[in-house]
């Protein structure tokens, strides 16, 4: 997961998110029941919509032959993870939570690690001494939809630190900073002091950086904290939380801003913010 060089690279992120997703799921055992004819049906949707796009554009072979080789160059650079959460991941989203009474949730992004370091229903996050940014006071609690506390649930936290990089994903960050794990008290409640992440810009030196750069778009998302909330008999909702007022909440390259998931914070006399923010959760259907 750690890299040599001190420079953030598309690689070196890239191959982190490849490698966290090899060791960290079994995402073929999931789907193991799957009857053929389930695949045979996706398989032929996906490839008759390349093909609808192919005839109606008339695409060339100089096209298809730079698509063969910019989709090798994506496997190349670890940016399967990248591309796929990027521009894919928020439709699975919908489709997945779309039965929800309780809070609503957007996508993981490929950056989430599991196990971040216990801080119990109150604490601060892993940072370093230094850590650049605006401190932030997070108060919340957390609720099944019939408005009962949920006592020892887990809210799992990940974010973007000042220069909008994540640990294990880029170089020289201490190997835990800004992920860490609370446990709700006994009212459902939590506490947690970070400090405000920054814009996030996905990297431009890799093959989606290429494919940006080549369609005129922008590569930035809007500055947001990543969360995974849980609890028994419920429902995991994975949700990020944004800040108002950033340029990229109307056009996050990600697609994953929704009005639910704005953060009103209130600025302090000291400089810091407080934010109240706290979730639903769904019990699972049976
Ligand atoms: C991120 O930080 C992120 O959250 C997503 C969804 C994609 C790329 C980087
Ligand atoms: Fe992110």
């Known amino acids: ?49 390349v093909h609808d796009t192919i005839r109606e554009e008339k695409v060339t072979y100089d096209e298809y032959n730079a698509l063969k080789a910019w989709l090798i160059q994506v496997g190349e650079d670890g940016e399967w993870p990248l591309f796929l959460d990027v521009w894919v ?18 996508i993981e992004g490929p950056y989430y690690v599991p196990n971040a370091p216990e801080r119990g229903a109150k604490g601060t996050v892993p940072m370093r001494d230094d850590e650049a940014g605006t401190p932030m ?59 405000r992440p920054a814009p996030y810009q996905i990297p431009t030196d890799g093959s989606c950086g290429r494919l940006i750069a080549a369609a005129g778009w922008h590569a930035w998302r809007p500055a947001h904290l990543h969360v995974k909330v849980s609890a028994p008999g419920h429902e995991l909702l994975t949700a990020q939380l944004y800040f108002p007022g950033d340029e990229h909440n109307d056009d996050d390259i990600a697609s994953a801003v929704k009005p639910e998931l704005l953060l009103a914070p209130v600025d302090q006399p000291d400089g810091s913010v407080t934010v109240d923010y706290g979730f639903v959760l769904d019990p699972v259907r049976n």
């Open 89 to 106: 991941e928020h439709v699975v989203e919908e489709v997945a939570t779309e039965h929800r009474e309780g809070s609503k949730g957007t």
């Open 137 to 195: 006071v997070w108060r919340g609690q957390v609720t099944s939809t019939d408005g009962r506390p949920l006592g020892g649930a887990a809210v799992e936290l990940w974010h973007a630190d000042d220069d909008g990089f994540y640990s294990q994903f880029a170089p020289g960050i201490p190997e835990w900073n800004l992920r860490g794990t609370f446990t709700t008290d006994a009212e459902g409640r939590f506490e947690i002091t970070t400090i």
């Open 1 to 49: 997961m750690s890299t040599d060089t001190e420079v953030a690279t598309a690689a070196a992120s890239g191959a982190s998110a490849t490698e966290r997703f090899h060791t960290d799921k079994s995402p073929f055992a999931a789907v193991a029941d799957t009857p053929p004819a389930r695949v045979d049906r996706l398989a032929r949707r996906v490839l008759q919509a």
